[in-house]
C-alpha cells in the first residue's frame, strides 16, 4: 500500500534526493551492522555541539538553574506566569517524588516500544526507515521517543523535534530528525518563524517551520501563551506534593535526628536542657548513632520543683490517616493525569474498585486518550509536518487492543439484535444485511456478493436451466424437486389405461454435474 498524505506543503518534493540525502551518496550498508552516526548531520544542526576536551560538566545547571531547590517544589510558579521558571521547577519535581517518576518511566518507555512501519515506494520506503531509526544523532526511535515523551508529559512549553535539513532551505531533503532541548525552547507568535533556540554555547537561533515541529499536551486556548500546554506532571502536581511531602515526613520519622515535638518542662531550667542536649549529641557522634539517639534523661534537681511535661507535636499526619487509601486514590489521579488505566500503574486494590465491571469502566474510559493520543501526534507529526515525502505515510502498527474488543463486542450485540429481529419477522436477510453496512458491519462488496447470490438462488428454484454464478458467498443448494406432476398429459398405455405417474430423484441439468 501507498500512503498519500497533502499535508500543507512543507515536505521534500525531490524524492529522488530525499533517497540520497538520507542514505548518502556512497555505498554503505544499511540495516543491521551498518555505520548509524552520519557527521553530516551535527554539523548541520542548530543545537551547538561542544567538543569533549571543551565541555563543562556542571554547564547545564550552572547556566540554567539555581541550585537552591530543596524546597523548589513548594514554591513552584503558578501556570500561565513565569513559564520558563515554573517548567524549570517542574523538571527539579518530578525526579523527587518516586511514584510520579516511574508513571513517567512507564509511559515514556511504552511509547518508545510502540512498533511502526512506512508504507510506500520500496527504495523511498528504505530511505525513510534509515531516517526515522538513527533519529537522535544515531541513538536511535528508541532514544528519541523517550526523551520527547518526558518532556511530553513534564513540560508545560511541550517537546519539539529538530529537523536537519541537506541545506538551510525548506525545499531542501531532512537528512535526520532529533529531539530538541524543551528548556530551551521559547514559542513565538510568528508561524514563519515558530521557535526561538538557545543552544549550549548561548547562541540564539530563530527557527523557520521546516526546521521545528513544536508539540505540546493539551495546548492552551489562550492566544499570548503561543501553544504552551498543561502538561500531565502539572495536571497531578498537587496530589503529588502530598505525596512527596508525607514520604519526607515518613523517611525522617524514622531516620532522622530532628526535633519531633517542643516539650515544656517545670523543673529543669532552659540552660540545664540545653546543656543535656548537647552532651547527648557529642555522644551520639561519638557513637557514630546517625539515625537514631536514645531518648535525653535528665533527673530533677529540685525535689521541691516536680517535673510535669506537657507535648505539642511539630508535625504529624491527621488523625485517621489512612496510607493505603491515599495511595489508591493517588494512582486513581494519575492515571487520569496521564490518560492511562489504572491498572497500567498499578494492581488493582480489592473492594469495589477491584470488582471486573469496574475495571471494565475503567479501561473504557482511558481507551483512546493515552496511547492513541501520542499516536496520532506523533503520526501527524511525520507525516504532514515535512519529515518524511507525500508519497509514503507512517503509522503505528499498535493498535489499542481495548478499543478493538470494545467494537467487537458491539458488533457482536449489533448483529444478535439484528439476528433477532429476522427471527421475529420484522426484517429479512436483505434488509439486514442493508442495516450491518449502514452500522460499518459489512462491506458494500460483501453485502452485493450475497445480495445477487440470493438473487441466483431464487432464481434457480423456478428456472433449472439457470447457471448459479460463483461469488465469495457459498450457493445455497435447491430442494429435491419432484417431477411427478407433468405439464402434458401422460401417455396412455396399450389397453386404453393411462400410466401410472412415477417419482424419481433430483433431475440433473445438462452436463453440469455441480448443480442440482
Known amino acids: 500500500m501507498t500512503g498519500e498524505n497533502g499535508g500543507n506543503g512543507n515536505h521534500p518534493p525531490d524524492l529522488l534526493g530525499f533517497a540520497k540525502a538520507t542514505l548518502g551518496s556512497n555505498d554503505a550498508p544499511i540495516g543491521p551492522g551498518a555505520q548509524t552516526f ?89 530511505a525513510a526507515q534509515e531516517l526515522l531509526k538513527n533519529a537522535n544523532f544515531g541513538r536511535g526511535w528508541a532514544h528519541f521517543i523517550s526523551q520527547l515523551s518526558i518532556d511530553f508529559y513534564t513540560q508545560d512549553n511541550g517537546c519539539f523535534i529538530e529537523m536537519i535539513r541537506e541545506y538551510d532551505s525548506p525545499k531542501s531533503a531532512v537528512i535526520g530528525i532529533a529531539h530538541l532541548d524543551s528548556g530551551r525552547c521559547q514559542r513565538t507568535a510568528d508561524p514563519e518563524y515558530p521557535v526561538i533556540f538557545t543552544d549550549r554555547k548561548g547562541v540564539r537561533h530563530k527557527l523557520g517551520w521546516w526546521q521545528v515541529i513544536p508539540i505540546a499536551e493539551m495546548p492552551s486556548a489562550i492566544q499570548t501563551l503561543n501553544g504552551i500546554g498543561f502538561c500531565a506532571v502539572s495536571r497531578s502536581l498537587r496530589a503529588s506534593q502530598i505525596i512527596r511531602d508525607i514520604s519526607i515526613y515518613q523517611n525522617e520519622k524514622v531516620s532522622g535526628r530532628f526535633n519531633r515535638a517542643i516539650h515544656f518542662v517545670s523543673g529543669p531550667t532552659t540552660s540545664q536542657i540545653a546543656d543535656a542536649l548537647t552532651k547527648q549529641g557529642a555522644r551520639a557522634d561519638e557513637a557514630g548513632l546517625i539515625r537514631y539517639t536514645q531518648p535525653l534523661l535528665i533527673a530533677s534537681v529540685d525535689p521541691t520543683r516536680p517535673v510535669t511535661v506537657a507535648t505539642v507535636a511539630l508535625a504529624s ?59 496520532s501526534i506523533i503520526s501527524h507529526a511525520i507525516n ?77 428454484t423456478t428456472d433449472p436451466n439457470a447457471t448459479l454464478p460463483t461469488g465469495p458467498a ?7 424437486r419432484d417431477i411427478t406432476a407433468s405439464t402434458s398429459a401422460p401417455a396412455p398405455m396399450p389397453g386404453g389405461h393411462a400410466s401410472t405417474p412415477m417419482t424419481t430423484g433430483p433431475r440433473k441439468r445438462g452436463n453440469n454435474a455441480a448443480n442440482p
Open 317 to 375: 499526619l491527621p488523625d485517621g490517616f489512612d496510607m493505603e487509601q491515599t495511595l489508591k486514590w493517588y494512582v486513581a489521579n494519575l492515571a487520569l493525569a496521564f490518560g492511562a488505566d489504572f491498572q497500567d500503574l498499578a494492581p488493582l486494590p480489592g473492594g469495589n474498585l477491584g470488582t471486573a465491571s469496574q475495571s471494565e469502566t475503567l479501561a473504557r474510559k482511558s481507551s483512546g486518550k493515552g496511547p492513541a493520543l501520542f499516536q
Open 474 to 480: 457459498p450457493a445455497e443448494t435447491p430442494a429435491p
Open 38 to 126: 552520519d557527521p553530516r548531520i551535527p554539523k548541520r544542526s542548530i543545537q551547538g555541539f561542544v567538543a569533549a576536551d571543551g565541555l563543562n560538566p556542571g554547564d547545564y545547571f550552572s547556566q540554567n538553574f539555581v541550585l537552591q531547590m530543596a524546597t523548589a517544589a513548594d514554591e513552584i510558579a503558578p501556570w500561565g506566569s513565569s513559564m520558563v521558571l515554573r517548567d524549570r521547577q517542574l523538571r527539579l519535581f518530578w525526579p523527587k517524588e518516586s511514584w510520579l517518576a516511574s508513571t513517567i518511566y512507564a509511559m515514556s518507555s511504552r511509547n518508545a516500544a510502540f512498533r511502526w512501519k512506512v508504507d510506500g515506494p520500496k527504495s523511498t520506503v528504505q
Open 384 to 460: 504532514a509536518e515535512g519529515i518524511l515525502p507525500r508519497n509514503v505515510l507512517f503509522s503505528f502498527e499498535e493498535d489499542d487492543f481495548q478499543e478493538q474488543l470494545q467494537l467487537a463486542t458491539i458488533r457482536k450485540l449489533r448483529a444478535d439484535a439484528r439476528s433477532v429481529s429476522i427471527h421475529s419477522g420484522e426484517i429479512d436477510a436483505k434488509t439486514a444485511r442493508d442495516l450491518a453496512v449502514l452500522a460499518g458491519d459489512m462491506l458494500d462488496t460483501q453485502r452485493d456478493a450475497l445480495d445477487a447470490q440470493e438473487t441466483a438462488n431464487a432464481a434457480a
